[in-house]
């Protein structure tokens, strides 16, 4: 079987091979080369220990940062790879770091210290795959299996926990019976993992194509962070409108946004306050009046808990507030939302808006569904037409009202705002001379 391997990766497995030492491409390199995906990562395997590494590549631009667990990091060609001294591992106490590694001389035995089999499999320069685990046969086969006890290795790191909910959302693999159970009985290991560490999980999760499934099999593993969830998880939702409890309606919005970070959290987070505004009339029909604003509330605690970035939280949670919002199919209306959010935004917050509806009762929102189309489209037109819908785009600026006769401060302003609205409204039009005059007169 033949693979293409980059020149640098190919030198170092040479070298070391060259020098008496055994050296395997291993991990999610030899993976991802077998299921037909381009890597992006090249770990290397050694018998050679750290000093006797370094000795190899003696000259060569070298990273000692991860001597301690046998890690020597070589740059070549631009590229960084990490060769590693075949290993075993001593306890996880912080659920992150073995507290210490052993150097052995068994390629297997390294192997074994690994997550899951589809990563414990190494290749050889001459295309040899050491697959002691049936990685290859699980690769083929959709299966994701843990290496040996499944428990021991969730407990050993616990963000092993939220990786293998992302190679099934990422890769659409089935996880293993023991593996599966393994993560719901030992989900509570998050308790011990770094929340950066969680994020960087849970957003790629959310990227992958089977998301929604995960989501579905395993939202007790997802409580352990976000704990908010629960009471979405168990709410029913009597209504004409939702066909499905909040959090299968959740899923089912979350299967129909495109699969950017910013979209997905979104739509996950959207109804995360219905359980708490939920009330029910004398007919049996539940409402959920405010639940917007809540949403947009315990949206924000939660996602500063995962320490996602100032600008994600913000554009998050402005999706989260204005989901439910009524906007009019006009054009004054939709210049509104495009000067308050900005294009990008607005366009995001259709997007969710049409992931909501088609996580309700189909028959219901036939309607609501081509009226969101003629709004994209409306919208794109606005836009594409370089009309008025914020004051960079007004035809006259701050300098031009204090040329009129008004003072400089606030009320300046207040005059620019006044005639934005007039403009957007369509009461004005957006041209300067126009603008001028009306400057003039007041």
């Keep these: 079987m033949n693979f293409e391997i980059p020149s640098g990766a190919e030198y170092i497995l040479k070298t070391l091979t060259g020098a008496g030492y055994e050296a395997w491409l291993v991990g999610g390199c030899v993976r991802d080369l077998l299921r037909g995906v381009p890597p992006h990562d090249w770990d290397i395997c050694t018998s050679a220990r750290p000093e006797e590494t370094e000795a190899c590549f003696a000259g060569r631009r070298i990273i000692e940062a991860g001597l301690q667990h046998g890690t020597v990091t070589i740059l070549e060609g631009g590229e960084a790879y990490e060769v590693t001294t075949y290993r075993t591992e001593g306890p996880y106490s912080d659920s992150r770091r073995p507290d210490y590694v052993r150097f052995v001389a068994s390629l297997e035995a390294d192997l074994a210290r690994r997550d899951f089999t589809m990563n414990a499999i190494a290749l050889g320069l001459d295309g040899d795959i050491r697959d002691p685990f049936g990685g290859e046969k699980d690769i083929r086969a959709g299966l994701l299996r843990c290496v040996g006890d499944p428990a021991q290795r969730f407990q050993e790191d616990g963000l092993r926990v939220m990786r293998a909910l992302r190679f099934g959302a990422v890769f659409g693999c089935q996880v293993e019976e023991k593996t599966a159970r393994a993560i719901h009985e030992n989900r509570h290991v998050l308790e011990h993992v770094a929340a950066e560490r969680i994020n960087v999980e849970l957003c790629r999760l959310l990227e992958g194509e089977q998301a ?73 029909i539940d409402h959920f009046y405010g639940h917007p604003a809540v949403s947009a509330e315990l949206a924000k605690g939660m996602l500063r808990a995962l320490k996602f970035d100032n600008e994600t939280r913000k554009q998050v949670v402005t999706l989260v507030e204005y989901h439910d919002v009524q906007i009019p199919l006009r054009e004054s209306s939709i210049r509104r939302w495009l000067g308050r959010l900005g294009p990008e935004r607005f366009f995001q917050l259709l997007a969710v808006k049409r992931a909501d509806a088609m996580g309700q009762a189909y028959e219901k929102v036939q309607g609501r569904l081509a009226e969101l189309e003629e709004m994209r489209a409306l919208a794109e037109k606005i836009v594409a037409q370089g009309q008025c819908f914020s004051l960079k785009d007004l035809a006259v600026n701050g300098r031009d009202v204090i040329a009129a006769g008004i003072a400089p401060g606030p009320e300046v302003g207040r005059v620019l705002s006044g005639l934005l609205e007039r403009v957007v409204s369509g009461e004005l039009p957006n041209q300067r001379e126009r603008l001028l005059a009306l400057l003039r007169d007041l």
């Design 212 to 284: 929604g499934e995960i989501l579905r099999q395993y939202p007790d593993v997802l409580c352990v962070f976000w704990p908010e969830l629960e009471p979405l998880v168990a709410l029913e939702q009597n209504t004409p409108w939702h066909c499905w409890g909040g959090w299968e309606h959740t899923i089912h919005a979350v299967e129909a946004v495109p699969a950017q970070t910013v979209l997905r959290l979104a739509v996950l987070l959207h109804d995360i306050g219905k359980p708490g505004c939920k009330t029910t009339d004398e007919n049996g």
